[in-house]
T-cell receptor, first 113, second 118 residues
Framework: GDSVTQMEGPVTLSEEAFLTINCTYT??????LFWYVQYPGEGLQLLLK?????DKGSNKGFEATYRKETTSFHLEKGSVQVSDSAVYFC????????????FGKGNQVVVIP | NAGVMQNPRHLVRRRGQEARLRCSPM?????VYWYRQLPEEGLKFMVY????????ESGMPKERFSAEFPKEGPSILRIQQVVRGDSAAYFC????????????????FGPGTRLTVL
């Protein structure tokens, strides 16, 4: 079935550092791809999305490009802030209109001042 | 416009009791989804409902779990005879009706209900 794999373990980095979180997926056809962010004690918020190959989603300085050839959707930000500390989830919905989301395990990001 | 509301935020039950989790979707949203987040895991899809209909329950455990979304009132996720393995965060999401050619409608998530089974 459809699945999403995120890199293992938390990510700790200093303020203004470059952030990359890897995400790869397994799915048939062309799924829609998403990054969600979860702040402590809150629900998930959509950060960005891409619905077709080579699309780039961007929001709040974060970017991710839908790479069909490598089945990847890596999240990047050039200069992180302490307020970016959160858990980040990569997710997909299958091609064909089934609206249910399949999530990766998430990555805890801790930004140190 | 209020967001997705879930209550209670925290629920403690003893083994064998029933748990009822409520979800009020955003205004104008007629689609509701339930997801479960086990410790150290990502969210797992459980069920997708529209008003008075279960559209996809392929992620629901076959026993003890049920969900409904009545014509009036919130969606309810019901867990009978809870066991310790049911301890998790349960998230509800809602989306508007599908319109035009859209194949995807953004899901808006509630803050979750954290169920602890003693």
């Amino acid at each position: 079935g459809d699945s999403v794999t995120q890199m293992e373990g938390p990510v700790t980095l200093s303020e203004e550092a470059f952030l990359t979180i890897n995400c790869t997926y397994t799915a048939t056809g062309y799924p829609s791809l998403f990054w969600y962010v979860q702040y402590p004690g809150e629900g998930l918020q959509l950060l960005l999305k891409a619905t077709k190959a080579d699309d780039k989603g961007s929001n709040k300085g974060f970017e991710a490009t839908y790479r069909k050839e490598t089945t990847s959707f890596h999240l990047e930000k050039g200069s992180v802030q302490v307020s970016d500390s959160a858990v980040y989830f990569c997710a997909l919905t299958p091609a064909g209109g089934n609206n249910r989301l399949a999530f990766g395990k998430g990555n805890q990001v801790v930004v140190i001042p | 416009n209020a967001g997705v509301m879930q209550n209670p935020r925290h629920l403690v039950r003893r083994r064998g009791q029933e748990a009822r989790l409520r979800c009020s979707p955003m205004k104008g949203h007629s689609h509701v989804y339930w997801y479960r987040q086990l410790p150290e895991e990502g969210l797992k899809f459980m069920v997708y409902l529209q008003k008075e209909n279960i559209i996809d329950e392929s992620g629901m455990p076959k026993e003890r779990f049920s969900a409904e979304f009545p014509k009036e009132g919130p969606s309810i996720l019901r867990i009978q005879q809870v066991v310790r393995g049911d301890s998790a965060a349960y998230f509800c999401a809602s989306s508007p009706p599908t319109s035009g050619g859209y194949l995807y409608n953004e899901q808006f998530f509630g803050p979750g209900t954290r169920l602890t089974v003693l």
